[in-house]
C-alpha cells in the first residue's frame, strides 16, 4: 500500500468580504516533493473570484487521468518491444450537471500525438496498448467518468 498527500492551503484576505461570497478562491497546493501549485475555483464556477493564472481542480483532474494514461501507456509500450520517443496529449474534460444542482466531470477525452524510433505500432496494436492503459491506469480505475481515447 502507498499513501499520498497534499497541503491545500487558503486565506481571507484584508477587504474580501467572505459572508457575502466576495473572496478569492486563490490558494496553494504543496506536494511532499517541495512543489508549490497555485490553485483556484475555476473561472467557470466562481467567475470574477477565481485566478485565471491558476489551475482549478477539474483541469488537475483532466490532467491526472491524462498524466497517468501517458505513464502507463509508456511502459506497455516498452514491453512490447515499441521505442517511444515523444508523447504529447491534449486532454480535455465536459462537466455537465448529472442531477439538479450536482455536477461532475463526466467525460474525458484524450488525443496523445505519439513519436516512435523504429517501428511504430499499427492501428490494431495501437489499440490494444491504449486499452492496457486505460485498464492499468491507477486513476482512471479509481473514478466513474468515462475516459476516451480519440
Excluded at 498524466?67 to 486532454?91: I, Q
Excluded at 511504430?120 to 496494436?125: L, T
Aim: proline content about 4%; overall charge negative; aromatic content about 8%.
Amino acid at each position: 500500500m502507498a499513501a499520498y498527500t497534499a497541503d491545500v492551503a487558503w486565506s481571507l484576505r484584508d477587504g474580501e468580504d467572505f459572508a457575502k461570497g466576495r473572496y478569492s478562491r486563490g490558494h496553494v497546493i504543496s506536494f511532499d516533493g517541495g512543489l508549490i501549485v497555485p490553485a483556484s475555483a475555476s473561472p467557470h464556477v466562481v467567475g470574477k473570484w477565481a485566478v485565471q493564472e491558476a489551475v482549478d481542480p477539474e483541469e488537475m483532474f483532466v490532467a491526472a487521468l491524462s498524466n497517468c494514461h501517458m505513464l502507463t501507456f509508456l511502459h506497455k509500450a516498452r514491453l512490447a518491444g515499441f521505442v517511444v520517443t515523444s508523447y504529447r496529449d491534449h486532454a480535455s474534460g465536459i462537466m455537465e450537471e448529472i442531477a439538479p444542482g450536482k455536477m461532475a466531470v463526466t467525460k474525458v477525452t484524450l488525443s496523445p500525438q505519439i513519436e516512435w524510433n523504429g517501428q511504430a505500432p499499427d492501428a490494431e496494436q495501437l489499440a490494444h496498448l491504449h486499452h492496457e492503459a486505460h485498464e492499468e491506469c491507477f486513476i482512471a480505475n479509481s473514478v466513474k467518468t468515462e475516459v476516451t481515447v480519440a
